[in-house]
């Protein structure tokens, strides 16, 4: 079992930067890929951003790519996620997520459905 606890979220006016963490415990020796989606009301869980076991490689949605970055301290079995730039349509509830088998394709690091563990959630409510 892997716990993950996100915290970091809040409100913030266009424009503006939060940064989410994600700190995970248990059987950390077994996550592989960390990852970031958001759901918004009445809409779909989605992808955000995500990183490899090693940092060697990050992946992001195209809505985010260039304002958000995703980084991870090994050490400290968490994981970063740096927004900036917020736009209303950030608004959501941020999930921190790992893979515990390894992927290799973007395609496979993105998808929710492979994501074995999940946080409880973090609030983000960016204002125009």
């Known amino acids: 079992q892997v716990q993950l606890v996100e915290s970091g979220g809040g409100l913030v006016q266009a424009g503006g930067s939060l940064r989410l963490s994600c700190a995970a415990s248990?059987?950390?020796?077994?996550?592989?890929?960390m990852g970031w989606f958001r759901q918004a009301p009445g809409k779909e869980r989605e992808f955000v951003a995500a990183?490899?076991?090693?940092?060697?490689?990050?992946y992001y949605d195209e809505a985010v790519k260039g304002r958000f970055t995703i980084s991870r301290d090994n050490a400290k079995n968490t994981v970063y996620l740096q927004m900036d730039s917020l736009k209303p349509e950030d608004t959501a509830v941020y999930y921190c997520?790992?893979?515990?088998?390894?992927?290799?394709?973007?395609?496979?690091?993105?998808?929710?459905?492979?994501?074995?563990?999940w946080g409880q959630g973090t609030q983000v409510t960016v204002s125009s």
């Open positions: 248990g059987r950390t020796f077994s996550i592989y890929a």
């Open positions: 990183i490899t076991r090693s940092a060697g490689t990050v």
């Open positions: 997520a790992v893979q515990t088998a390894s992927y290799s394709t973007r395609v496979l690091v993105t998808t929710t459905r492979l994501y074995d563990y």
